[in-house]
Structures are given as structure tokens and as C-alpha cells.
């Protein structure tokens, strides 16, 4: 029992990053396949249903409103959205780490300047606070990339610190001290190494944040801007032809859901339940 | 006890000055506001008289201290749009979010206990690791799109609720189901986590003792012990779910604070942006005051360490 048990929960683990893998894959392969030209724009096409066929050629997926071929788009869509989180979540990585341990291995105004401003940045809901600085700072790709990186930093800063704090006080860190091993050396050699497990189940668990985050302000217009497609930005185009062509909203939903769910199984294979607090210490984001 | 609200006020002014002041350096890097004010015939000289009367001319360190001192007086500038306060304009709006947020609010903790108290009483392992799948295949959902699932579930094919709007109470089903059920899978793992672990209590074992029956035992002398950390997780996502008004409000063209902002950001009305999202963050802010203190006075051990 205990291990069917075990490899059930393994098969999770192994379904979410195949399915990760393999959107991740697919996005990168995406200039390489046979697809149609996803701005070329043929009416005949606009609001076609999914396996629609014209004279010359079969639309897939449908056309959108304006008849471009709605696989090709979709695919590209997939591309910028998984482009951008995956860089977004490496910032935020890297960011989160580096502060995280900074505050946890000096302490004292340091940690208090980098801790502080991390409260700060929870006291304001993610979503406004992307949604007010995309407003000022615009949202060309590479500046809402920054911006989700910049604020999502804060999860991992946390962690990174309290596990610095316990982890200084520790003998091998202790004893590289006393043969004057450098503040620095210390920190990339002793507290990243051990900090670095726990990043990752992070960080598999906000890249589907991000993924949501990143579709909800294109979905608000606020995010990529057409004629460039991504995620939220198709659901958004659809929202008006629902009742015409449902497909235009619920395919690139689906393609978000998919994300979202293979990178929970992802990070809950490594989380253990047995921790008692529900997950309380992971309030998701809307 | 004293110290410890003194403490909790103190560090709650410190945020909500943090707030004002990113707020600050929004409004400020959104750019010079005259060029976006005055009609395209103005001269230089109504350019620099209109700076003058907003105060740009100053140093930026009196400015950052003049629209603090407003901002505490509830002033966070005029709309560049309409002829009226920023702050005016959220607080008309500020109803409706609220309805949204407490009713979002109420859906989920009501679903949430209910599920957990007949799982509980059905007391099967198997219906329960169903429901928790279900409400963790929602969680994954984009709650924008969940609402637009909705709308072409029970609005176009159905026609059984309207889609857009504010009105009616049937106005507010789609968009607070929308909303409620986001952290469904949240709350349901805290009940289960939170049973199980006051089943190891001798008052547990004493009421059975007594010979009274699962179901009682469950709802007269578990059940309370258990709403208190409910209630504070909840209170405190009330903030994660302000947040996710924006979006819903959006999907379903509700006339709340949301809206408000994502409408003021297309016509780059930089003032009601900024004011939206400090009022939002200060609700958030005052709530948490709020559940940490009332924690306090509920569970003694909190304000004691």
C-alpha cells in the first residue's frame, strides 16, 4: 500500500514536468514548425470554427476575428507568455536569492532595509501593483517582463533569509569563518547550495503564478500588446464573439489551465503535507 | 496587551506611510501632467503658471512632503479626466467592490464548512480527495477565465443568470462564484489539517467518552475551536481577494474599483490610478490590523509572546 502510494504521487510529479517539458519544447520548436503566417489575414476565415476548411487549406484550430489562422497564433501566443514567465521567474529568482541570503547572513539595517521592503511590497496586491506600474513605466515585453520579476521577488527573499539565519550559525559556516573565508565566499559556497533546493520547489510553484499573472494583464489590455498575441490577450479577443465562436476564449484558457496545473503537481511532490499548516504558508495570488 | 496594539498600530502607520510613498514615486514617474492637462494651444507661460499652481515647480523633497500631508487629509490629487477628487471618484466605486469582495467572501467560507462538515459526517476518504481535486483543478484555473466559462455555461447557453452588470442579486451569482471559489482548496485543506489536529485533544476523547455521537461531537465541540484560525486565514486573504476584484469586476463589467483603475489607466488618468490601488492597499493594510488584534483578543498566547 504505502508504496502504490508513493509512486502515485510520483506519477503527479512526472505528469506535470512532462507536461511542462513539453509546452516548454513546443514553444521553443515553434518557428520551426510547418504553421501558417499568424498575422496574414484572410475574412473568408474570420470566426471560422476549429477544422474549418477553406479551398485551399484546412484552419486547424478556426480563424480569429480578423481570419488569421488560429493554431499559428495560438502557438506564437504560447511562445511570448512562456518566454516572458520564464524569464520573469528567473529574476525573481535571482533577485529573492540574492537579498534573501544578503539579509539572513549580515542581519542588523541591511535585513531590516531588505525586510521592509518586501512587507511593503505584500501590503499592495500584486495584481495592483503590476497593474499601476505597467500603467506608468508601459508594457513593452521586456518592461512587464521586469516588472513580474521585480514583484514576486518576495517569497523567495523570505525563505532564503530564514534558512540563512539558521544556516550561519552553523559549524561549517563557523569554521570558514574562523580560517577567513570571506562574507561572500561563504554565501555562494555554504548558504546557496543548501538554500537551493527549496528555491526550486518555489519557483516551480510561481512560474504558474506568473503564467496567470502575466495572462491577467493582457487579458486587462495592460500586458502584450496586438498585433503580437499572448495568452490573456486571445481570451480577451474572444470575450466578444462568444456566443459566435466559443473556441477563441476557452483554447488559450486551456493551454493557461494546463501551465498551471503542471507546475502545482510540480512544486506538491516536493511539498510535505505532512507540515500540518494546509499550505498556509503559500497563500496564492489572484 | 497595551504594547503589543501599540506595536501592531505602529508598524501598520509605517506600511501605509511605505504605501503613500510608492504611490508618490508612481505619480511621479508617470510624468510631467501639465502636457496631458492643458489644450494644445497653450503657451509655455500657462504651462509654467499651471506648474506653478500644482506645485511642480518645488524641490522634489517638498513635494513628497506636500502630497503626504494630503494625502492624510484624503486628498490624493483631482482626476485629470473629470473635475473631481481621485479619492471621490474611488469611494463611489468602493460599494460595489465591497459587495463583491464580502459576498466572494461569504461563498467560499460557507462552501468551504459545509463540504468539510459532510465529508466529515459521510466520512469517506475517497469523496474527499475528489472534492479537494476538484478545488484544486479551480485554483489552476485563471479566475478571469473561470468567470468567462461561467458567463458561456449559465449565461449564453442557459440564459438562467445575466452575464454583465450590476442590479440585481442575480447580478452578483456569477461573478462572486467567480471570485469565492478561488482559494476553496486553501480553506478546505486548512479545515482538514485544523480537525485533525484538535482530534488529539482530550476534550476529544472525553465527549466520546461521554457517549455523545460523531456529528455532535463534530459541530458542538470541535467545530468551534477550529473557526478561529478559519476565520484569520480568511479575514486575511480578504486582501488577496480585493486584489483579484480587478480582474473579475473586468470580466463581468461590475462597477467597482477595479474597473475604475483599469478604465483610468486606457485614458492614462494617472491620479485615479494611483488613488485606487493606495485606498485598496490601505483596506488591505486596516484589515490585517484588524485580524491581528481581534487574534489577540481571542487567543491570549498571541498578545503574550
Do not use: C
Not at chain 2, 462572486?176 to 482559494?183: D, H, K, Q, R
Request: aromatic fraction near 8%; glycine fraction near 8%; hydrophobic fraction near 55%.
Amino acid at each position: 500500500m504505502k508504496l502504490a502510494k508513493h509512486s502515485r504521487f510520483h506519477l503527479d510529479a512526472v505528469l506535470g514536468s512532462a507536461l511542462l517539458l513539453a509546452f516548454l519544447l513546443m514553444a521553443l520548436a515553434v518557428p520551426l514548425l510547418p504553421l501558417y503566417d499568424p498575422y496574414e489575414q484572410d475574412l473568408m476565415a474570420s470566426l471560422a470554427e476549429p477544422l474549418a476548411t477553406s479551398a485551399t487549406r484546412t484552419y486547424w484550430l478556426g480563424g480569429d476575428a480578423l481570419g488569421r489562422d488560429y493554431l499559428s497564433r495560438l502557438s506564437l501566443a504560447a511562445r511570448v507568455s512562456l518566454g516572458i514567465s520564464v524569464a520573469a521567474v528567473g529574476i525573481s529568482l535571482v533577485m529573492g536569492v540574492a537579498l534573501g541570503l544578503i539579509a539572513g547572513f549580515f542581519r542588523g539595517p541591511v535585513e531590516a532595509a531588505i525586510m521592509g521592503l518586501g512587507d511593503l511590497q505584500l501590503a499592495i496586491p500584486r495584481v495592483l501593483l503590476l497593474i499601476a506600474s505597467a500603467a506608468v513605466f508601459g508594457s513593452s515585453i521586456g518592461m512587464l517582463t521586469l516588472l513580474l520579476g521585480l514583484t514576486s521577488w518576495v517569497t523567495y527573499g523570505r525563505l532564503a533569509r530564514a534558512m540563512a539565519l539558521s544556516l550561519r550559525e552553523r559549524e561549517f559556516v563557523l569554521a570558514a569563518i574562523t580560517q577567513g573565508a570571506s562574507s561572500q565566499w561563504n554565501i555562494r559556497k555554504h548558504l546557496l547550495p543548501n538554500v537551493a533546493p527549496n528555491m526550486a520547489i518555489i519557483a516551480s510553484f510561481e512560474f504558474g503564478q506568473v503564467v496567470v499573472l502575466e495572462a491577467s494583464l493582457s487579458y486587462l489590455g495592460l500586458g502584450v500588446q496586438p498585433p503580437l498575441p499572448s495568452l490573456g490577450l486571445m481570451i480577451n479577443e474572444g470575450q466578444l464573439y462568444l456566443e459566435i465562436n466559443p473556441w477563441i476564449s476557452i483554447l488559450p484558457g486551456l493551454v493557461i489551465f494546463a501551465l498551471v496545473a503542471g507546475s502545482q503537481f510540480v512544486s506538491q511532490r516536493f511539498t510535505p503535507e505532512s507540515r500540518g499548516d494546509g499550505g498556509l504558508s503559500r497563500v496564492p495570488t489572484v | 496587551m497595551m504594547s503589543f496594539v501599540a506595536k501592531r498600530v505602529l508598524q501598520a502607520g509605517l506600511t501605509i506611510a511605505g504605501v503613500l510613498t510608492v504611490g508618490f514615486i508612481l505619480i511621479r514617474a508617470a510624468g510631467d501632467p501639465v502636457a496631458l492637462l492643458l489644450p494644445e494651444n497653450a503657451t509655455v507661460e500657462d504651462a509654467a503658471r499651471m506648474r506653478a499652481a500644482l506645485g511642480l515647480d518645488l524641490p522634489l523633497w517638498r513635494q513628497y512632503l506636500s502630497f503626504m500631508a494630503d494625502a492624510l487629509r484624503g486628498d490624493l490629487g483631482m482626476s485629470f479626466r473629470q473635475q473631481t477628487s481621485a479619492v471621490g471618484l474611488v469611494l463611489e466605486r468602493l460599494p460595489a467592490t465591497m459587495e463583491l469582495a464580502f459576498a466572494a467572501f461569504a461563498i467560499g467560507v460557507i462552501l468551504a464548512f459545509g463540504l468539510d462538515l459532510m465529508l466529515r459526517i459521510a466520512g469517506s476518504e475517497r469523496l474527499r480527495k475528489v472534492v479537494l481535486w476538484v478545488a484544486l483543478t479551480r485554483q489552476a484555473i485563471p479566475t478571469f477565465w473561470f468567470g468567462l466559462l461561467l458567463i458561456l455555461l449559465f449565461s449564453v447557453t442557459l440564459r438562467w443568470l445575466p452575464a454583465l452588470g450590476r442590479g440585481t442579486p442575480a447580478h452578483l451569482v456569477l461573478p462572486a462564484f467567480t471570485l469565492g471559489t478561488y482559494e476553496l482548496a486553501l480553506y478546505l485543506r486548512l479545515l482538514e489539517a485544523s480537525f485533525r489536529e484538535q482530534e488529539t485533544h482530550d476534550y476529544v476523547r472525553t465527549a466520546y467518552a461521554k457517549g455523545l455521537g460523531r456529528a455532535r461531537v463534530m459541530l458542538r465541540e470541535i467545530l468551534p475551536n477550529v473557526l478561529l484560525p478559519m476565520v484569520t486565514l480568511a479575514g486575511l486573504n480578504l486582501g488577496v481577494l480585493l486584489g483579484g476584484t480587478v480582474v473579475t469586476e473586468t470580466v463581468f463589467s461590475w462597477p467597482g474599483v477595479g474597473r475604475l483603475i483599469v478604465q483610468a489607466v486606457s485614458q492614462r488618468d494617472y491620479p485615479v490610478v494611483v488613488a485606487g490601488v493606495l485606498m485598496t492597499s490601505l483596506i488591505f493594510v486596516v484589515l490585517n490590523l484588524v485580524v491581528d488584534l481581534l487574534y489577540a483578543v481571542l487567543d491570549p498566547r498571541v498578545r503574550l509572546a
